[in-house]
């Protein structure tokens, strides 16, 4: 299913919370790669229910939250107001007026990686960083799937699978430089990297 129908009929029993072994080892690596955030102005693009934007208030930051679900963001609702509903590859925020974009888990919905990645480095003010995850690409290899549970049926949701080569080449293409890149394995299935989560800088 095409991730917006799919999440038109998730949102409802999205958890705004790290909720499975992945995700939070996905959280915890994202987390140890963010500056202070007192006092910094912070997208979050593809907020979903807004797991990560309660970390962000959490930590002192203006947290602002972009996600192209209406759904989603009627669940994100609780934790700010500060919402917009819009495509990441086409955020409606002035250039260089941001500290910090997070991208946690949402860039496997985007076909065109490089056209996302430009965008967020658009928005961000000379200096400013991007710290972004993904469900690692060797599961396009080994052939695994995002699937959800809803009204007595699995969904699996299609996902756009960016290899490492394309990840690198479009932070190159947006101008940004990396300065964090980590693979971390989940501890029960060691053999393979469970997600990837990158930090540049513009």
């Known amino acids: 299913m095409a991730p917006q129908s799919a999440y038109a009929i998730w949102a409802e029993s999205y958890p705004p919370h790290a909720h499975n072994p992945l995700m939070e080892l996905e959280q915890r690596t994202v987390l140890s790669l963010l500056p202070d955030l007192t006092g910094l102005t912070v997208v979050d693009s593809g907020c979903g229910t807004g797991r990560y934007l309660r970390e962000l208030k959490e930590r002192g930051a203006d947290a602002i939250g972009i996600d192209v679900s209406g759904a989603m963001l009627t669940q994100a609702i609780d934790v700010t107001p500060r919402l917009v509903r819009a495509d990441m590859c086409a955020m409606p925020i002035d250039s260089a007026c941001v500290d910090l974009?997070?991208?946690?888990?949402?860039?496997?919905?985007?076909?065109?990686?490089?056209?996302?990645?430009?965008?967020?480095?658009?928005?961000?003010?000379?200096?400013?960083?991007?710290?972004?995850?993904?469900?690692?690409?060797?599961?396009?290899?080994?052939?695994?799937?995002?699937?959800?549970?809803?009204?007595?049926?699995?969904?699996?949701?299609?996902?756009?699978?960016?290899?490492?080569?394309?990840?690198?080449?479009?932070?190159?293409?947006?101008?940004?430089?990396?300065?964090?890149?980590?693979?971390?394995?989940?501890?029960?299935?060691?053999?393979?990297?469970?997600?990837?989560?990158?930090?540049?800088?513009?």
């Open 101 to 202: 974009v997070i991208c946690g888990l949402a860039l496997g919905d985007v076909p065109d990686i490089e056209l996302a990645l430009v965008e967020m480095a658009r928005v961000l003010r000379p200096g400013g960083s991007i710290v972004y995850s993904v469900v690692h690409p060797i599961g396009a290899v080994r052939g695994w799937s995002r699937t959800f549970d809803a009204h007595g049926r699995q969904i699996a949701i299609a996902t756009c699978w960016h290899t490492t080569v394309e990840h690198r080449r479009a932070c190159a293409a947006a101008g940004l430089r990396i300065n964090a890149w980590e693979e971390p394995v989940l501890a029960q299935q060691p053999a393979d990297p469970a997600v990837l989560v990158v930090r540049a800088s513009r």
